[in-house]
């Protein structure tokens, strides 16, 4: 089977060139291109990047990673989700694939190429992979293209129940499924937990207001109001990107320095011990619970035993798998009753690594979306 993977968005929000992307940088994206072509497919991974001279092919792990450069910003101003490049549509045409699947239905150009597609009879997967403070605007006005597409893909319940009840998508195109896997042969409890230390995970953009994108400047005043009522906290951040030289200065200001270790970018081999040693593993967005079929950073530390703090200023509270808290310091309260009680961090910690075990490794991940792909093209 030849497939095709879109990932047509930029990467303005972390910096990352075509280079980084393809060779340094774990990206899930990547891992599925990589798993199904490990399964004897024809797979190409098509990426715009803003930093990309031009068109250009690389081979990676037995699939083809494509990047094209973005040409064009619609509509203005936005961070993240409005880029555009005819010149992938032209190449997918080449191309023809036996199936396209789309990540993100809610980027500005899933309309016009869903389209082209469909009209090329191919058939087309879209699956969603996060929150977007416009969705319900934009479901309406994409309306058409999410009724075009074969299966849409969501990894929330919220997310599926809009789709079904509020724009009416036929049950048979409904698929609820994780948004991206995790290796539970290599993510897995390791050692003990250090009491009092907590983790962030991921890219460091610029400091921004947008709670839908991660926003880890948030947790540079909470650990400082954490540390106000339980001293032996400590943060470590595993990541880096254009925003991790002000978290720096903003610790460095609130005299936080000796209590935070910026790690820069962590090896994934490395990332399990980092989970188990943890506390709790910061996800610094909004969330409107802790699912893990959302998320790589959340499966990764459930699978680790580590339960997860998120950010919901509306509802915030314990949840299964962790706790939703007010971004900036109005959380410490809650945080702080955590980490006083490591028996019921231990608890929420074993249910998580349970239920990701159970539900979220790549190799079920994989197999369950190839039948998905097996029923399309069969038809």
């Known amino acids: 089977m030849r497939i095709a993977y879109l990932l047509l968005h930029d990467f303005r929000f972390s910096s990352t060139g075509p280079e980084e ?50 040409v064009l910003s619609f509509p203005p101003f936005l961070k993240f989700g409005n880029s555009h490049s005819l010149q992938v549509l032209r190449e997918l ?21 869903s389209v082209r597609v469909r009209t090329k009879g191919i058939p087309i997967v879209a ?10 605007l934009k479901a309406v006005s994409f309306y058409p293209a999410l009724r075009l597409v074969n299966r849409l893909v969501a990894p929330t319940r919220k997310e599926y129940d809009f789709l079904r009840r509020s724009m009416k998508i036929p ?31 991921g890219r460091t953009p610029l400091a921004s207001s947008y709670i839908w994108e991660k926003s880890p400047q948030y947790l540079i005043p ?30 460095s200001g609130l005299g936080l320095s000796g209590n935070i270790d910026f790690l820069g970018a962590v090896r994934q081999e490395d990332l399990p011990a980092l989970y188990s040693s943890s506390a709790l593993t910061f996800v610094p967005m909004h969330m409107d619970d802790i699912e893990p079929y959302w998320g790589g950073t959340v499966q990764e530390s459930l699978a680790c035993g580590t339960p997860i703090v998120a950010f919901n ?22 945080l702080v009753d955590a980490l006083g009680a490591p028996e019921r961090l231990a608890s929420m910690g074993e249910a998580g690594e349970a239920y990701v075990r159970g539900n979220c490794d790549w190799e079920q991940v994989v197999s369950n979306m190839l039948t998905v792909y097996q029923e399309l093209v069969s038809k």
């Open 222 to 251: 909470l650990l400082a109001a954490i540390r106000a009522k339980r001293a032996d906290a400590r943060l470590i951040v595993a990541g880096d990107g254009p925003g991790l030289d002000s978290l720096k200065r903003r610790a």
């Open 93 to 113: 045409t080449r191309d023809s694939p036996d199936l396209v699947h789309y990540h993100n239905y809610y980027l500005w150009n899933f309309p016009y190429v």
């Open 21 to 70: 992307f393809a060779f340094r940088q774990f990206h899930f994206s990547k891992e599925y291109a990589r798993r199904m072509a490990q399964r004897g497919h024809e797979v190409t991974l098509y990426v715009l990047n803003q930093s990309a001279p031009k068109a250009k092919t690389i081979e990676l792990d037995g699939y083809r990673l494509k990047t094209f450069r973005s």
């Open 171 to 201: 049950n048979d195109k409904l698929f609820l499924a994780p948004s991206t896997g995790v290796d539970t042969a290599k993510f897995k409890r390791s050692g003990k937990v250090i009491p009092g230390q907590l983790l962030y995970v």
């Open 313 to 334: 200023r509306d509802l915030p509270g314990p949840r299964q798998f962790g706790y939703l808290v007010s971004p900036g310091r109005e959380g410490a309260a809650t």
């Open 127 to 136: 699956q969603y992979h996060g929150t977007d403070p416009v969705k319900a």
